[in-house]
């Protein structure tokens, strides 16, 4: 399973890249804007300091609605460094883009995705992942899991390469519920992926193997 970070942070984005477990980031107009990162020099400045870190794919989020102006925004991203996968939400121009980025050779990321008629016709349009946000679907009492199951259930069935990415990961059981349903990869926060490290028996083992070190080496 692909581990990326969600987020525009670039110290934990540094964090994360350094414990050698990241293999990509995602990034959506909401987390530039908590960063303070606004203007277009700005927002590729930003980008192109995030490819620099990582080892991996880099979502960056077109702001266009209609066809035009999301290929023209995406070949602008696309061609900041070949990390940049461009993430398109799923709308109908949305999916028209993913086609033709998907005949151009640009990796893609469709996103907002919360049905599995949604990351069905993502996956026909040749997007590279496809981000069904689960922890909103969990917000309105819907299972969000279900969902990612659902999706690889769909793929497995027609060999789609669409990779399923869950987004929208909110805490550790989250991701292993993922990796035990077969999401190839999910973007959550840095304080989820490491939250994972955690376990009162390691804390209290590594207490008593020191301790015992200790007391025959005095
Ligand atoms: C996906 O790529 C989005 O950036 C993200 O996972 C949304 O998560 P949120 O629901 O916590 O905002």
Redesign the pocket.
């Known amino acids: 399973m692909k581990f990326f970070i969600?987020t525009a942070n670039l110290d934990q984005i540094r964090e994360a890249q350094d414990l050698g477990v990241l293999d990509g980031v995602?990034?959506?107009p909401?987390?530039m804007a908590k960063e303070g990162i606004s203007g277009q020099e700005n927002v590729i400045n930003h980008y192109k300091a995030i490819c620099d870190i990582v080892d991996g794919d880099v979502?960056a989020e077109v702001i266009s609605t209609d066809y035009e102006g999301i290929i023209k925004e995406g070949m602008a991203l696309a061609e900041l460094n070949p990390k940049i996968v461009v993430?398109v939400p799923m709308i109908k121009d949305g999916v028209k883009a993913i086609r033709y980025f998907s005949d151009q050779g640009i990796k893609t990321?469709c996103?907002l995705v919360f049905s599995a008629g949604q990351a069905l016709l993502a996956a026909k349009a040749g997007a590279t992942y496809v981000?069904p946000?689960i922890?909103?679907l969990d917000d309105i009492s819907t299972d969000g899991l279900d969902l990612i199951e659902k999706i690889r259930v769909i793929y497995d069935n027609y060999g789609y390469e669409t990779e399923i990415?869950a987004?929208?990961?909110?805490h550790p059981m989250h991701i292993i519920e993922c990796a035990e349903i077969g999401a190839d990869v999910m973007?959550?926060p840095l304080s989820a992926i490491t939250a994972l490290l955690k376990h009162p028996l390691t804390d209290i083992g590594l207490q008593q193997f020191l301790a015992d070190h200790a007391k025959s080496n005095s």
């Open positions: 969600d995602t990034t959506n909401s987390l979502s993430k990321n996103t981000s946000f922890g909103r990415l987004a929208s990961v909110r973007t959550g």
